[in-house]
């Protein structure tokens, strides 16, 4: 999973209450994303970062903050978990290629489920 | 704006068989294509991407995707299907441009079913 860790793996939670999600890096890459995967909508960008301290909104963004103090880290925050946040969360990296053409890999993915 | 559909939410074959999953897309300017793959549980997997130049790419596990410009189709083909095939399969595009995150957006995704 090009050395990418996300955690927890698994989470229930309850309606209200704050939720963090962790994605680890050990490249040092510039670029992390994090996404959420629902049935019929693939996968839809929540927010990315392109340096420490710098994020920027994705498309589906309200309800969500995120946090990078650290190369390696992003972590994506619920700030008051709804159910409509039930989903599975996948975090990303985006590795520089040949040309200025950066590929995405993904790490293994967080199931959350919003009582 | 930058779209991609995946017209086909299952797509059927016998193994051994030839597969295509189809993906057309909508950008501004030249596009940078991929296809990524993800098993049950498990996250995405890259497999191959267009940037420029052969219209034919070729990437991991016998997979090769089409690029037809006219067409605005970027479908995933492989010769002979096998049954370990069987996954859910996602195409994705993105502008080449020198700011804005190299943001890629996703199709629905295509659930292909390699059947004995």
């Known amino acids: 999973d090009a050395g990418i860790t996300q955690s927890p793996r698994h989470k229930v939670t309850e309606t209200g209450t704050p939720v963090t999600l962790r994605c680890h890096q050990t490249e040092n890459h510039r670029y992390m994303y994090w996404y959420r995967q629902d049935p019929g909508h693939g996968l839809r960008l929540i927010h990315y970062s392109y340096g420490v301290k710098d994020t920027d909104k994705g498309e589906v963004s309200d309800g969500y903050s995120v946090s990078r103090s650290k190369t390696e880290d992003f972590l994506l925050t619920l700030e008051s978990a709804t159910s409509s946040q039930t989903s599975v969360y996948f975090c990303a990296i985006s590795v520089p290629g040949t040309g200025g053409m950066d590929t995405q890999y993904f790490g293994p993915g967080t199931r959350l489920t919003v009582l | 704006a930058q779209s991609v559909a995946q017209p086909e939410d299952q797509v059927n074959v016998a193994e051994g068989n030839p597969l295509t999953v189809k993906c057309t897309y909508s950008?501004?300017?030249?596009?940078?294509l991929f296809w990524y793959v993800q098993y049950p549980n498990r996250g995405l997997q890259f497999l191959l991407k267009?940037?420029?130049?052969?219209?034919l790419v070729k990437g991991s596990y016998g997979f090769e995707a089409e690029f037809n410009k006219s067409q605005t189709s970027f479908h995933l083909k492989k010769p002979s299907a096998l049954v370990s095939d069987s996954a859910l399969y996602f195409c994705a595009v993105r502008r080449p441009s020198t700011g804005g995150g190299n943001k890629l957006t996703f199709g629905t995704g295509t659930q292909l079913k390699v059947e004995l």
């Open positions: 950008v501004s300017g030249n596009p940078y």
């Open positions: 267009y940037i420029t130049g052969d219209n």
